[in-house]
């Protein structure tokens, strides 16, 4: 059986906080809206919202639900184990209706520039609250950017932005696709956009790099050669990347290569961690993706 000295222990946002935490670290203001327990995690969630000046109006508590809390063992650079306490059951209709009355709450009072969902197979995200915020969304003419997982990869019609990496893609299509074949990407991403009316797909596709399409045009950009530390988190980075680039209406291959470098950034990095925006722009000029 494997003993643990513990050293040195710390609680850090991750999973949709995280994606705020990156837009934050960028210059955006992020408003977070979803629904946690009403447990200790939750207060600890608060605290650690308030020290990172997250606004936290967003946190719906629920008495059906856990906070979510990811451990991680981790030993020098290595992950030894993880243990997960928490609930993915769906919401209650009570705690669905809830839930959509405050994105309208947030779309009225804060007016945004886009709205981010990011999709983790939580069960705060049903086919009734996707459609519900894709709708308020179209009614404000907010751009919608999405990083979806496979339970609801089809309820995503008509967003703007829609990011899966590679696996998702695959399993979410039913289609054989390989990061070493564009046709099978590029097949599944038409494939894709006939059923769900998207106006950009943008792919990861790890050490392949990345794959971007639209009515009018495609681009496969390469991966950048880093030594990595650790990945988790990375595909936060990217969508919180591409959202502020959908919200600034940038061309769809800077939007990737600007999101793709940000992404190889934090994989060298220990742990769940946003960009560092001196890096990344200083990155970003040096291979003339920013002016």
Do not use: W
């Amino acid at each position: 059986m494997p003993i643990v000295q513990v050293t040195d222990r710390n609680a850090r946002l991750g999973g949709a906080a995280n994606v705020a935490l990156n837009l934050r670290a960028l210059g955006a203001i992020p408003v977070v809206v979803s629904v946690i327990g009403k447990d200790a995690s939750a207060e600890t969630m608060a605290e650690r919202f308030l020290e990172m000046e997250l606004d936290s109006v967003g946190l719906l508590r629920s008495k059906d639900r856990r906070t979510t809390v990811k451990t991680r063992v981790i030993s020098g650079h290595q992950h030894v184990v993880r243990v997960d306490e928490e609930d993915t059951h769906p919401l209650s209709a009570e705690d669905e209706a809830a839930f959509i009355k405050r994105v309208k709450e947030t779309i009225d009072f804060r007016k945004p520039a886009a709205i981010l969902i990011e999709d983790y197979n939580k069960g705060v995200l049903t086919p009734n609250t996707i459609k519900a915020v894709i709708d308020l969304a179209k009614q404000a003419g907010i751009p919608v950017a999405v990083d979806p997982k496979t339970a609801n990869f089809l309820a995503y019609r008509g967003v703007d932005l829609f990011k899966p990496n590679l696996k998702e893609l695959r399993e979410g299509m039913k289609l054989e696709v390989t990061g070493d074949d564009l046709g099978s990407v590029r097949n599944a991403v038409k494939a894709l956009e006939s059923t769900l009316d998207n106006a950009i797909t943008m792919v990861t596709m790890s050490e392949h790099g990345a794959y971007v399409h639209n009515a009018t045009e495609e681009h496969l950009l390469p991966a950048h050669h880093r030594k990595i530390a650790d990945v988790s988190g990375a595909g936060d980075t990217v969508i919180a990347v591409a959202t502020l680039a959908l919200a600034q209406q940038l061309p769809i291959e800077q939007m990737t290569a600007l999101a793709n470098l940000a992404g190889g950034l934090v994989c060298e990095e220990v742990g769940v961690v946003p960009i560092d925006p001196v890096r990344f722009q200083a990155e970003a000029k040096r291979l003339e993706l920013l002016k």
